[in-house]
Nanobody, 122 residues
Framework: QVQLVESGGGLVQAGGSLRLSCAAS????????MAWLRQAPGKEREHVAT????????HYADSVKGRFTISSDNAKNTIHLQMNSLKPEDTAVYYC???????????????WGQGTLVTVSS
């Protein structure tokens, strides 16, 4: 069974940076890609970025391309999200999740962490 624990959220001014981490455990980790998603107040949860454990595959939402970088550390079973040039609209609870593909090719997120709050002030 996979368990995920996020850390690194906080309050930052617009233009600043934060680095989120997700510590993963479980014997089936290698079956999944890892993703960050976020949910802003009053909005639906949205995908932010995905990485394979090899680091070879990375995907980003258009809204964060060029500002956020997702990475994986196989040795420590940890993924990171480096967030630069933060904007007030990046304010959200950020979740780490395992990602797999359904038979139709659509991503599915099966295990979630508890979330970490990122607040960007203007």
């Amino acid at each position: 069974q996979v368990q995920l624990v996020e850390s690194g959220g906080g309050l930052v001014q617009a233009g600043g940076s934060l680095r989120l981490s997700c510590a993963a455990s479980g014997s089936t980790l290698s079956r999944y890609r890892m993703a960050w998603l976020r949910q802003a107040p009053g909005k639906e949860r949205e995908h932010v970025a995905t990485v394979s454990w090899s680091g070879f595959t990375r995907h980003y939402a258009d809204s964060v391309k060029g500002r956020f970088t997702i990475s994986s550390d196989n040795a420590k079973n940890t993924i990171h999200l480096q967030m630069n040039s933060l904007k007030p609209e990046d304010t959200a609870v950020y979740y780490c999740a395992t990602e797999s593909l359904s038979v139709s090719g659509k991503p599915e997120y099966t295990t979630w962490g508890q979330g970490t709050l990122v607040t960007v002030s203007s």
